[in-house]
């Protein structure tokens, strides 16, 4: 905010626009150098002049009320007068709308987040998808869009007739009623270890997938038992995230659009058959072929993704579509945009990936063909549970202490995730997630708790006890500053929120989100420990106490914007 007074200063003076100034700005690596530096280097060619007579021109023609300028060799030192300021940005930060962009102008995104796999366990490595999703899914909201998340589950396939083949051969109805997810997944497991003794496994895999497609009965009771089976354990795990979908829709919705896909492909000449298959050449791009239909005559997830994105730009109206899906699927992506473009869909160009690393757990990677999955559900609940055993270490006396634990538990791991560059890989560490030091999920709870404590002791502080303090202040000591150093600090910002959040939606960015809320949060702790807030002088008591509020409302509304409660007490 401060910075954009600045570059609107500057403009006129340059010959720059203000958008080209801002983009210049820099923060000075020392305080004591100003609280802004702009640098001429690139103004010596259009104006002909050394940077540092520009510098010398500009901090003269700068000085204007609220702002002081002084040249630095090439740079231009900015300091604004914080007494001046800081009760117009106090106000600002306070607003209802402060923050609210306009990015996206009502443009509608439809956010393809999640799609868990049916008759699979919910694993860790699902969280990515999930968390990642439904952050972008409010950022974008935020910032003036209409977003509409979809979890695009995966209920259709191949898979399903190795599950089917599984459960028929090996299968026991008694233990899948009883533990059905952890049941399918031994059976899964199973087929995958014995189809590499017996390769007519997969022949028959198949062929119980082509008997489903066809609406074989047998075939559609059980994957209709193993979708409802999948979503009640799915719906607990987003539950416990607060995620939610404004639609559920899995592969198997598209089964009656793909036919169409096909023929209009055909139709445009796209379609060449390939050893018995049918493909989409990419040549021209440097891909491979796009499979289209299998040799089988069954479909594949290319035919199901072009008929899914056609769907949401033409019935849920779509402005931009997202896919939020891990890494190793770019290819995929690259392929169907494509492929979508050479049907001369104009609007392919709004197609995304929004890719993002693997999460290992202990250095491995998770694969439910060998069983290696850590299910999500055991991740959550030792979380909680570490997360329950500090708090009554700490706070013993603690109401409604398994509450908080949970808010805390579980906002540990969203926390955790989310705090990394979604490209990263990760390597989960539940020790580190749960920490209350550190930048982590707890401890910006624990401020936001700190903060509550701190006002509800302000509001307890008697008027006379007041005035006492802050006669024997003005008695005792030199005149109280105002705004000191670390309210400075945090005040400003706390006034950066809206580039933050224009940052973390341009770059389909989450982490930017929680690292700047890290910021806040450790700001808050320096401005804590300096200055005193609850037992000021009345002088800055009230400043001190309304920035201390904007503050706790910041940082609860960021966890909020990242799926994490805040709870009032820990």
Same mark, same amino acid.
């Given at each position: 905010m401060l910075l954009k007074q600045a570059a609107t200063q500057i403009s006129p003076l340059t010959g720059l626009a203000p958008e080209e100034v801002l983009r210049l700005l820099e923060v000075p690596p020392q305080e004591e150098m100003g609280d802004a530096a702009f640098p001429c280097f690139t103004l010596a060619k259009s104006l002909r002049k050394a940077p540092v007579v520009i510098a010398g021109e500009i901090a003269v023609a700068?000085?204007?009320?609220? !702002?002081?300028?002084?040249?630095?060799?090439?740079?231009?030192?900015?300091?604004?007068?914080?007494?001046v300021l800081a009760p117009q940005l106090l106000e600002e930060v306070g607003s209802e709308t402060f923050g609210k962009l306009q990015l996206g102008q009502g443009a509608r995104v439809v956010i393809d987040m999640s799609s868990p796999n049916i008759a699979k366990p919910f694993g860790i490595g699902h969280l990515r998808s999930t968390v990642i999703g439904a952050a972008l899914y409010r950022l974008y909201n935020e910032a003036g869009y209409t977003s509409i998340s979809v979890n695009h589950l995966g209920d259709w396939g191949t898979q399903f007739g190795k599950?089917?083949?599984?459960?028929?051969?090996?299968?026991?109805?008694?233990?899948?009623?009883?533990?059905?997810?952890?049941?399918?997944?031994? @059976?899964?497991?199973? =087929?995958?270890?014995?189809?590499?003794?017996?390769?007519?496994?997969?022949?028959?895999?198949?062929?119980?997938?082509?008997?489903?497609?066809?609406?074989?009965?047998?075939?559609?009771?059980?994957?209709? =038992?193993?979708?409802?089976?999948?979503?009640?354990?799915?719906?607990? !795990?987003?539950?416990?995230?607060?995620?939610?979908?404004?639609h559920t829709l899995g592969e198997s919705f598209y089964n009656d659009k793909m036919g169409a896909v096909v023929e209009e492909l055909?139709?445009?000449?796209?379609?060449?058959?390939?050893?018995?298959? @049918?493909?989409?050449?990419?040549?021209?791009?440097?891909?491979p072929p796009c499979l289209i239909i299998k040799k089988d005559g069954t479909t594949i997830y290319p035919t199901r993704d072009l008929a899914t994105a056609i769907y949401r730009h033409d019935v849920m109206h779509a402005d931009k579509l997202l896919y939020v899906v891990g890494g190793e699927q770019s290819l995929h992506f690259h392929q169907v945009f494509t492929v979508l473009s050479?049907?001369?869909?104009?609007? *392919?160009?709004?197609?995304?990936?929004?890719? =993002?690393?693997?999460?290992? =757990?202990?250095?491995?990677?998770?694969?439910?063909?060998?069983?290696?999955?850590?299910?999500?559900?055991?991740?959550?609940?030792?979380?909680? *549970?570490?997360? @329950?055993?500090?708090?009554?270490?700490?706070?013993?006396?603690?109401?409604?202490?398994?509450?908080?634990?949970?808010?805390v538990g579980v906002g540990a791991i969203i926390f955790g995730d989310l705090r990394n560059n979604r490209m990263n890989n990760i390597d989960f560490s539940l020790e580190d997630a749960v920490s209350f030091e550190g930048e982590t999920g707890p401890y910006v709870q624990y401020t936001h708790a700190r903060i509550q404590s701190v006002l509800a002791k302000a509001a307890n502080v008697s008027r006379d006890e007041q005035e006492m303090d802050s006669d024997t202040d003005q008695m005792n000591n030199p005149p109280v500053v105002i705004v000191g150093d670390t309210s400075w600090a945090l005040l400003k910002l706390l006034s950066d929120y809206p580039a933050y959040l224009e940052k973390a939606v341009l770059r389909n960015e989450p982490s930017v989100i929680a690292k700047y809320t890290i910021d806040v949060a450790q700001a808050f702790n320096r401005f804590y420990h300096a200055e005193r807030i609850a037992d000021a002088p009345s002088g800055v008591k009230a400043f001190r106490v309304k920035l201390a509020e904007h503050t706790a409302k910041r940082l609860a509304y960021n966890l909020s914007l990242l799926g994490v409660r805040a709870p009032e007490q820990m």
């Open positions: 700068l000085q204007t009320e609220g !702002m002081d300028a002084t040249a630095a060799g090439p740079y231009v030192n900015i300091r604004f007068d914080r007494n599950q089917i083949t599984a459960y028929k051969r090996w299968g026991n109805e008694e233990m899948l009623q009883a533990d059905p997810i952890r049941n399918s997944l031994e @059976l899964y497991v199973r =087929f995958h270890d014995e189809a590499e003794k017996d390769p007519s496994l997969e022949t028959e895999a198949r062929e119980w997938f082509r008997k489903l497609e066809q609406g074989d009965e047998e075939a559609k009771r059980l994957w209709t =038992f193993f979708v409802n089976v999948s979503m009640q354990e799915f719906n607990r !795990m987003y539950e416990r995230l607060n995620v939610d979908f404004d055909r139709g445009k000449g796209l379609l060449e058959e390939s050893d018995g298959a @049918l493909v989409v050449r990419l040549d021209e791009e440097n891909m050479k049907m001369e869909y104009d609007w *392919a160009d709004h197609c995304e990936h929004i890719p =993002f690393g693997l999460m290992r =757990f202990e250095g491995r990677k998770m694969s439910t063909r060998r069983g290696k999955v850590v299910f999500l559900q055991e991740v959550l609940d030792e979380a909680v *549970a570490r997360a @329950l055993q500090i708090i009554q270490e700490k706070n013993p006396n603690l109401e409604q202490a398994e509450q908080v634990a949970e808010a």
